[in-house]
Structures are given as structure tokens and as C-alpha cells.
């Protein structure tokens, strides 16, 4: 069991930075891969961005360049810095453990980008 619980959501304006949190109730070092993903309104989740137990990242193609997936293992926490933020980065950003062949969710947090 995971529990995962996220913060750092908020409104910004186009061109704005923000930084989400993941805090992790286990050590994420023994985590398969930890994952930020993000619903829109009305539209279906996606993944955003991954790191690995080895510390392999990866980013979607849409935020490639502007977001950045981090961890600091000594805190079990998972970051992700999001710079020049569009208004099309709105959504709820979740934060996902897979372990083994099992996954966890946090509760989410809404980032809105908006003038």
C-alpha cells in the first residue's frame, strides 16, 4: 500500500511556473515508477511525466521542454516544476505509484492557467 498525497496546484498566469508535491507514505526507491497525470475537464487522463526506481525520466510530448519531473528519496517525494504554463495545462494533476502490478492514486490537485 501507497498513500500518496499531492500539493502545490493553484491559478497562474499564462506564461507562470508552478511546482506540484507528492509525498510518498514509503520510501519511493522501492517503487517501480512514480507519475504525475492530468485530467481536463471532460476529457480523459494522461500521463504527463515518469521516473523510475533507477531515476530514468520521461516527459509527454506536450510539456516537453516546460515541465520537469524530479524526486528527493530522502523525503519520499516527487516533484514536478511546470514553467511557461499555458492555459491548456489546465487540469487536475494526480500523482500515481506503480508498484508491482498495482497502482496508487492521490486525491489531485487543480492547476488552473488563466488570465
Known amino acids: 500500500q501507497v498513500q500518496l498525497v499531492e500539493s502545490g496546484g493553484g491559478l497562474v498566469q499564462p506564461g507562470g511556473s508552478l511546482r506540484l508535491s507528492c509525498a510518498a507514505s514509503?520510501?519511493?526507491?522501492?517503487?517501480?515508477?512514480m507519475n504525475w497525470y492530468r485530467q481536463p475537464s471532460g476529457k480523459q487522463r494522461e500521463l504527463v511525466a515518469t521516473?523510475?526506481?533507477?531515476?530514468?525520466?520521461s516527459h509527454a510530448d506536450p510539456v516537453k521542454g516546460r515541465f520537469t519531473i524530479s524526486r528527493d528519496i530522502g523525503k519520499n517525494t516527487v516533484f514536478l516544476q511546470m514553467n511557461s504554463l499555458k492555459p491548456e495545462d489546465t487540469a487536475v494533476y494526480y500523482c500515481n505509484a506503480h508498484l508491482y502490478s498495482d497502482d496508487y492514486w492521490g486525491q489531485g490537485t487543480q492547476v488552473t492557467v488563466s488570465s
Open positions: 514509503r520510501n519511493i526507491f522501492a517503487i517501480n515508477s
Open positions: 521516473i523510475s526506481r533507477e531515476g530514468t525520466t
